[in-house]
């Protein structure tokens, strides 16, 4: 299918208020910032997106919104499908493709494991038929999914199961499987990079589009990484690279997920809490975070 995901990508945060209902009100300030900082796909309800602390309800109300919200926009909504309920995917998969999304990803079940590679490509199979007018992407996660197969073989045989089976969200740190990944199919299959402080390897084995979380508030030292890449100059992208690093280390200090909504609250964004089971920051920590972020020079971007 002709959709690739080239540039910068973001995961995006399920908004929700101070009770932890969605607030879906939001939707329009993310999409107003990732417009404004020139972000123009998205993916929704994913691990940024607190997934699997949503309801199937839940899930089809965002993306209900945010298509309508992105509708006469040039942003390209990615609506990430997958559950532990493989019926809840589909319905998931079937009103993305209703609703005019780009393409839908999809987590493999995770509760009950998948044992073998011909039973994940079964999983995606039954998925990816329920919008078979959109391209599918299987998410690859193994750190979070604990499921772990070759992606390479994955790819070889969900191609002759899956008619409109596009590529791969890679968020596996394994670059030597990357690259095989992106030889595959002679090189037809498309590779989100998924792993955002190794982006600049990632560029260097062939990527050309990224797609995380830390894109939502560090999209100009990304875009600088990748500009200073393209002219050869390595030592600036290697010091871009750094920096997206140490900010990105902050904030796993705080526990990931938490801090990074903290972050866009700091920046006009009002994406509120996480669910449980993730912590949230107190008051306290949010102004620790704040000082380390401006130690950093992070609101001089």
Not at 151 to 168: F, H, Q, T, W
């Amino acid at each position: 299918m002709a959709f690739r995901i080239t540039g910068l990508a973001a995961a995006m945060h399920t908004p929700f208020d101070g009770s932890g209902a969605l607030n879906l009100s939001v939707v329009e300030k993310q999409v107003e910032r990732l417009l404004a900082v020139g972000v123009h796909v998205v993916l929704l309800g994913g691990t940024t997106g607190e997934c699997h602390s949503l309801s199937v309800e839940e899930r089809t109300a965002l993306s209900e919104r945010w298509l309508a919200v992105a509708r006469g926009t040039p942003l390209e909504v990615v609506v990430h499908i997958g559950s532990n309920c493989l019926g809840d995917a589909k319905t998931l998969a079937a009103q993305a493709q209703r609703l005019g999304a780009q393409a839908i990803a999809s987590l493999p079940p995770c509760y009950f494991k998948v044992d073998t590679l011909e039973i994940l490509v079964a999983c995606s199979a039954e998925v990816a038929a329920a919008a078979p007018e959109l391209p599918f992407y299987y998410y690859d996660i193994p750190a979070l999914s604990t499921v772990k197969f070759s992606m390479v073989d994955y790819l070889e045989r969900a191609a002759a199961k899956i008619p409109n089976l596009s590529g791969i969200k890679f968020s596996s740190s394994d670059l030597i499987a990357y690259q095989q990944c992106l030889h595959s199919g002679d090189g037809r299959f498309d590779l989100p990079w998924g792993v955002d402080e190794l982006l600049l390897p990632a560029l260097s084995l062939g990527a050309t589009g990224a797609l995380g979380s830390s894109y939502n508030f560090m999209t100009e030292p990304y875009r600088r990484l990748m500009a200073a890449f393209q002219s050869g100059d390595l030592p600036s992208a290697r010091r871009e690279q750094y920096y997206a690093v140490k900010i990105i280390h902050l904030l796993a200090g705080y526990g990931y997920i938490a801090a990074a909504k903290a972050v866009m609250e700091i920046l006009g964004v009002p994406v509120g809490p996480p669910r449980l089971p993730h912590r949230n920051l107190t008051s306290q920590q949010v102004q620790e975070l704040r000082a380390g972020l401006e130690k950093l020079g992070f609101f001089n971007l």
